[in-house]
T-cell receptor, first 114, second 115 residues
């Protein structure tokens, strides 16, 4: 069974540009959540989708958005990139909607904003 | 709202020595507790989780954690570490938020095993 797949693995952009990151969850998983990881800040929750609906959102500006497709694949978009958006973006999937769900993480997309 | 505190950002320890990584949490509702490990250039993977029952939870790679409700802690321990345990460890809590699951992570503790 394939794990969580994130593409691309690395990305270099300049300030003001926009970027789209992709996440394919484990087959059968319906929940996808996104996290931003930076040194010293740990993992900051961005948002979570379940069956194409955003159920929870973290404290990030509106420049960060996402969506989930009917096949559970998810995309995250960041518009008008800032230097501070440089981070490792992690996607995690889980089977259902319970609070005891184990998260399965992808290897992440390393975004560098110059 | 829920929060997780990992006071130690880095923990150096000699090989074969014991280690304890500390985690404290706060929440106004019941939570489930997790420890995840992140090896270099990889995503996170689950080490262990506490849902209910025995407060001592055993995980993979010889790690264990003890849930202490009165102290709102979930410290991770290993009696004898190996070089391969060098990684970053994240404590996490999961609770209902707005009717749905929300997972909050701590800032992580880097375990450096010294040969």
């Amino acid at each position: 069974k394939a794990g969580v797949t994130q593409t691309p693995r690395y990305l270099i952009k300049t300030r003001g540009q926009q970027v789209t990151l992709s996440c394919s969850p484990i087959s059968g998983h319906r929940s996808v959540s996104w996290y931003q990881q930076t040194p010293g800040q740990g993992l900051q929750f961005l948002f979570e989708y379940f069956s194409e609906t955003q159920r929870n959102k973290g404290n990030f500006p509106g420049r960060f958005s996402g969506r989930q497709f009917s096949n559970s694949r998810s995309e995250m978009n960041v518009s008008t990139l800032e230097l501070g958006d440089s981070a490792l973006y992690l996607c995690a999937s889980s089977l259902g909607a319970g609070t005891n769900e184990k998260l399965f993480f992808g290897s992440g997309t390393q975004l560098s904003v110059l | 709202a829920q929060s997780v505190t990992q006071l130690d950002s880095q923990v150096p320890v000699f090989e074969e020595a014991p280690v304890e990584l500390r985690c404290n949490y706060s929440s106004s509702v019941s939570v489930y507790l997790f420890w995840y490990v992140q090896y270099p250039n990889q995503g996170l993977q689950l080490l262990l989780k506490y849902l209910s029952g025995s407060t001592l939870v055993k995980g993979i790679n010889g790690f264990e954690a003890e849930f202490n409700k009165s102290q709102t802690s979930f410290h991770l321990r290993k009696p004898s570490v190996h070089i391969s345990d060098t990684a970053e460890y994240f404590c996490a809590v999961s609770a209902l938020s707005g009717g749905y699951q929300k997972v909050t992570f701590g800032t992580g503790t880097k375990l450096q095993v010294i040969p």
